[in-house]
Every structure is written in C-alpha cells, then in structure tokens.
C-alpha cells in the first residue's frame, strides 16, 4: 500500500465507481459491498471511494455538501494524458482545465508536464499529468 491514499466520500457508489472505472480507467482492487466501500488504482495511483455511513465510522470534518472536496484537487500522474483527455471529452465530460503543456520552475531547474484537470461526479477536481521533462531535455 502506498504510504498515501485519499479516501473520497461519495454520494453514490454506482455513479462514481462507473466513473473511475470505465472512463479513467482505474481497475478495482478490492471492494466491500456491505460498507458500499472500493479500493481502486491506476498506474499505481490509489484512491478509496466510499458511501458515507450512519455506524459513526464516517470521518468528516465538517458537514458533506457538494462539490465535495472543496479547497483542493488531486493530481493523477499518467502515462498518456492525451489519450485519456480524448476519453473524457468522448464521454462528454466538462473539461475544467483544457489539455496543456505546463511547464513549473523548480529551484533552477524546470519539470513540464501534459495536464488536464476534471471534476468528478461529486465535484472532488482531478488533474491528470503527463511528465514531459525528460523529452524537453531531449529536445534542449
């Protein structure tokens, strides 16, 4: 397990697991059905989506409204980000952050990447990264 796996709560488990599998490709690692719980990875990015629960092991810091995960968004790093652009806009989701090629001063040095960013069904945002240094290197 990777020492870092957000958990996202989420409004309805048929919606968003359809979502992350089926257009962005996350495969399903393990799931439990009686906790409307599943475990999903893509190119080695964990994410947990679970229903909200009435036992009390729901953690909240505050009271859930959408778009949930307000204040922050993950970025996804993926192999093929044009690719995976072209599935969302095929599956007609709304593009918050059109696909581009960024490029963020670090120290002296610079990292570029391919990016897009997107919400999902409950409004957490994901950015998807491409690293493109290497061959900004390459071509320098």
Known sequence: ????????????????????????GFEVVYSRAEDRFVYIRREGADLMLEEPRSDGRTFL???LMK?????MHLQIGVSDAASLHADCVA??????LPLEERWYRRDDDEAGQLQFLIADPDGYLLRFAQDISSSHKAAS
Do not use: K, Q
């Open 67 to 71: 778009p949930y995960g307000v204040g």
């Open 61 to 63: 810091a505050g009271r």
């Open 1 to 24: 397990m990777p020492p870092l796996v957000p958990e996202f709560y989420v409004s309805d488990l048929e919606v968003s697991l359809p979502f992350y599998r089926d257009i962005l």
């Open 91 to 96: 599956a007609g989701l709304e593009i918050h």
